[in-house]
């Protein structure tokens, strides 16, 4: 199948509009927010203003009317300045608003999607649990239906964005029955922000992502309209199947923008560093280091825009995805550790943007599925079964 890459006027619009943003605001501002682990406030808001929470929904529902192509695209440009806001916005539409475009109602898009869309309000998706985050169909939160109510009781760990100011609502996937043969049912639930029962622990200290917010969340008897189950009961697992299936093409773009990001650091840093009197840039050593890692984050990049083409041409991509998803992951590893090489003692300071790469780099291989994961759904698809 031919495969285009070529990005449109529009996208290509997008694109450098986002890399300036991503110069010219984010830059200069982030690293004081992740010394200090704090959520970037005013930096998200800009970013709502520039419409990025609504890229991929239509206009009808306060979005932008493009597509998943176009917010990888800025997750990319993001990522190549700072990890923390990109994933603030992957969370926030492919995580948060994502599960109620594709399965809500009419009426729960109209109620939730322009809030989301506009960046007013950001949501989170819960699904990871202390017992239970790769074997996610392991779910121990609970949902009993009570009259006109479902009743909440559990606790999900490692939730994005779940504790801002600004956090409007938690999807959560729970148990709300069970079959015949005893397997469980699991839907997927909206949790408003402040609800009675619903505590959000403090952030987690982190290694990196430090001006993301991550948190440790509890349902405790949270009471929660019966109208605020997504989709029908029981379809919650190949519900976040799929939300988790387009979020690692969305993963994929932006490991490849923490890539591309060490070699635009490091490319500059070659040209200006001088030992034993000329640019270290000037040996071949460290000229083929940069080449190799230029190599790796176009070849991540194709990637994942293959993926993506695949998912908006309506065809098959899940192995696509985990295959870009655990290649980027792996290639931003290995730029991020090359580039703090490539710095010598300064990329070890946290001043430097690649220090702050390399720290964030680790998590690309654990969050959205594990290297592992991909591996197994990648040999899945090629019809090996369950390993
Ligand atoms: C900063 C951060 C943000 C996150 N944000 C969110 C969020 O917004 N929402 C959310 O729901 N979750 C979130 N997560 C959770 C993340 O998705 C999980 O941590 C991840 O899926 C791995 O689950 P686990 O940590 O329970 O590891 P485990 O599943 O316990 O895995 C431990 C190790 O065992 C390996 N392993 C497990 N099973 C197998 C197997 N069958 N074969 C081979 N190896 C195996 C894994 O690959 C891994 O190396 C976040 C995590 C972090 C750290």
């Known amino acids: 199948m031919a495969l285009d890459h070529r990005l449109t006027p ?3 619009e997008l694109r450098r509009t986002v890399e300036a943003f991503a110069h010219d605001v984010v830059a200069p501002r982030i690293g004081a927010y992740y010394e200090q682990h704090a959520f970037p406030y005013d930096i998200v808001r800009e970013m709502a203003a520039m419409g990025l929470f609504g890229l991929p929904f239509p206009e009808e529902y306060g ?8 917010l990888c695209l800025a997750l990319e440009e993001l990522a190549r300045v700072d990890s923390s806001v990109a994933i603030t916005l992957e969370a926030g539409v492919s995580l948060g608003a994502m599960p109620l475009y594709r399965y ?15 960046g007013e309000m950001l949501g989170a998706f819960g699904l990871t649990e202390p017992g239970f985050g790769s074997d996610a169909g392991g779910t121990r939160t609970t949902a009993v239906r009570d009259g006109d109510s479902w009743v909440i009781n559990g606790t999900k760990c490692f939730i994005t964005n779940s504790g801002t100011d600004i956090t409007g609502l938690v999807t959560v996937t729970a148990v709300t029955g069970r079959t015949a043969d005893g397997a469980p049912l699991i839907s997927t639930i909206v949790v408003p922000s402040g609800t009675p029962g619903f505590t959000v622990a403090a952030p987690y200290s982190k290694v990196g992502w430090n001006a993301s917010d991550t948190r440790e969340l509890s349902f405790s008897d949270v009471r929660v309209p019966a109208a605020n189950l997504l989709g029908e009961e029981g379809r919650g697992y190949a519900q976040f199947l799929r939300i988790l299936d387009e979020g690692r093409i969305a993963i994929s773009a932006l490991a490849t923008g923490l ?21 270290i840039g000037a040996n071949q050593a460290i000229q083929f280091k940069l080449a190799d890692m230029e190599m790796r984050a176009h070849t991540a990049r194709v990637a ?7 998912l908006l041409a309506g065809e098959p991509f ?7 998803k655990l290649y980027s992951s792996d290639v931003a590893v290995t730029n991020a550790r090359e580039a703090t090489q490539i710095h010598g003692g300064y990329g070890f300071m946290n001043e430097y943007p690649v220090a702050r790469m390399w720290r964030d780099s680790k ?22 079964g369950r390993g």
């Open 363 to 384: 998590i690309l291989e654990i969050g959205e599925g594990t290297s592992e994961v991909q591996r197994m759904l990648i040999a899945r698809e090629l019809g090996l």
């Open 104 to 118: 809500g109602s009419e009426e729960q898009k109209r109620e939730w999607l322009p809030k989301l869309c506009s």
């Open 63 to 70: 979005g932008m009317g493009g597509d998943y192509l176009a």
């Open 10 to 12: 529009e996208h290509e």
């Open 318 to 324: 899940k192995k696509e995805a985990a295959m870009a």
């Open 259 to 279: 890539a591309q990001g060490c070699v635009d650091e490091s490319v500059r840093y070659a040209g200006e560093r001088e030992a034993f009197g000329r640019p």
């Open 304 to 310: 994942w825009r293959d993926a993506a083409s695949r």
